[in-house]
């Protein structure tokens, strides 16, 4: 099992797999397979996220008219935030949704539509499309903001582009932001080029790397403190924090926080393989593996063949529908290797681009847009090894981490996995 994947893999990974070399084989494989299982479970039983903390922020709801930012996993103890708050009587008056929508049943790029919500009669208000930011009229009749939504630590990921015009929202009409944290299961490292915000838009806003290492209440406090909001706007933050989470942790998420990220293993992959959105490559949209595999029609290197579908609510005619691609399967790489690594993988990105037949058709102008640079995709087009790519951001990575210091709400990681300790 662990030999077949010295071939699309990098020393760094090949290090990890010699680690276990010493143990016999069906045990290294018995102790992979259940070593993970083992310890993500326990974490996830230890963390108490901020929505579970309910003594913390029911007396800042008290008498009050509450708008909530929500969707599919703000969930506390098996029950959603909106039913949890309506049994304790408080007064609701309107819920925002992000990308994909309130119960997260919206595919990538679908438009979310407002509405009235059949189950609790609830106003739903989108916050994808036209409409990204809360508008006064939206805001007038509350007076206290919930945000609680389950980020996964990408850059491109677009619920923290949808905390920031909450956040200008908020601050434009003097309300209160409470925002229920939760941990990040990619905070374990930081990684990728700084966006230049030359090419700001919706799927990166801010001037931090791919992989920018904080939780939801840990990137507010940034938005506020490095003054990124419109005309240097302060919002008035109230963060209940989660209880016994570090970065060093590993958290698998108990819900799956979009539709094509359903795994732990597709989450962990997230930053490395939504790069090949601006490109001609496949990542699985339209299978049962969504970011945990990619290839295109044609691709000569790989022995992982998928047909991608059209999946309604998922993927709506995904790239290659019907049709036969082929490239690699990386569920396997993810959950034995990723978190060791600590770091973004290049390394398909690197080598797709090196067999095209017609390079000028691979990337696409989303691409520069996902990396917040034109200068990666001029790096790999020039030939730039993985190393000399890292190399040049190092600069920028230096001073973020100096930036993202003030900001931290948990313990850092220590720059190795923890089950090392």
């Not at 989660?242 to 958290?251: I, M, N």
């Not at 000569?300 to 082929?326: L, V």
């Not at 790096?379 to 790519?389: A, R, T």
Request: hydrophobic fraction near 40%.
């Amino acid at each position: 099992m662990l030999s077949m994947l010295n071939k699309y893999i990098y020393p760094s990974q090949r290090q990890a797999i010699q680690a276990f070399s010493f143990l016999d084989f069906s045990f290294r494989f018995l102790f992979l397979l259940v070593l993970p299982i083992f310890f993500f479970s326990n974490i996830n039983a230890q963390i108490a996220v901020g929505a579970e903390k309910m003594n913390e922020y029911l007396p800042l709801l008290k008498n009050k008219k509450v708008s909530l930012v929500v969707n599919q996993t703000s969930m506390v103890k098996g029950s959603h935030l909106v039913d949890t708050l309506l049994k304790r009587k408080v007064k609701l008056i309107n819920i925002f949704a992000p990308e994909h929508g309130f119960r997260g049943d919206h595919s990538a790029g679908e438009k979310v539509k407002s509405g009235i919500d059949a189950t609790t009669k609830l106003q739903i208000i989108s916050l994808y499309g036209k409409n990204k930011k809360p508008t006064e009229a939206q805001l007038a009749k509350c007076d206290v903001v919930i945000f609680d939504i389950q980020d996964v630590g990408a850059r491109f990921y677009t619920y923290i582009s949808t905390l920031h015009y909450v956040m200008e929202a908020c601050s434009e009409s003097h309300k209160m932001l409470i925002i229920l944290d939760r941990p990040n299961p990619n905070g374990y490292y930081v990684d990728g080029p700084i966006l230049d915000t030359a090419y700001r838009s919706f799927v990166g806003m801010h001037p931090v790397p791919i992989v920018h290492g904080l939780t939801i209440g840990e990137y507010a406090q940034m938005i506020n403190g490095e003054r990124w909001l419109k005309d240097s706007l302060q919002c008035k933050l109230q963060i209940v924090k989660c209880d016994r989470y570090t970065h060093d942790q590993l958290y698998r998420l108990p819900i799956k926080p979009s539709p094509n990220l359903p795994t732990s293993e597709a989450i962990f992959l997230y930053p490395s393989l939504c790069l090949f959105e601006g490109t001609n490559v496949s990542l699985g949209r339209g299978t049962y593996k969504p970011f945990e595999c990619l290839g295109k029609p044609g691709n000569s290197i790989g022995d992982y063949n998928f047909i991608p579908m059209n999946m309604p609510g998922i993927a709506e005619k995904p790239p290659f529908q019907d049709t036969i691609c082929r490239g690699f399967l990386l569920s396997e790489y993810a959950n034995n290797f990723m978190y060791f690594d600590m770091k973004i993988n290049l390394y398909w990105l690197i080598e797709l681009y090196k067999v095209e037949n017609d390079k000028s058709t691979f990337f696409n102008l989303f691409f520069d847009k996902l990396a917040g640079t034109s200068k990666l995709r001029k790096q790999i087009v020039e030939g730039k090894s993985e190393e000399d790519i890292r190399q040049s951001w190092q600069e920028g990575l230096q001073k973020y981490n100096q930036i993202r210091k003030k900001y931290l709400l948990y313990r850092d990681f220590t720059g190795k996995p923890w089950i090392y300790e």
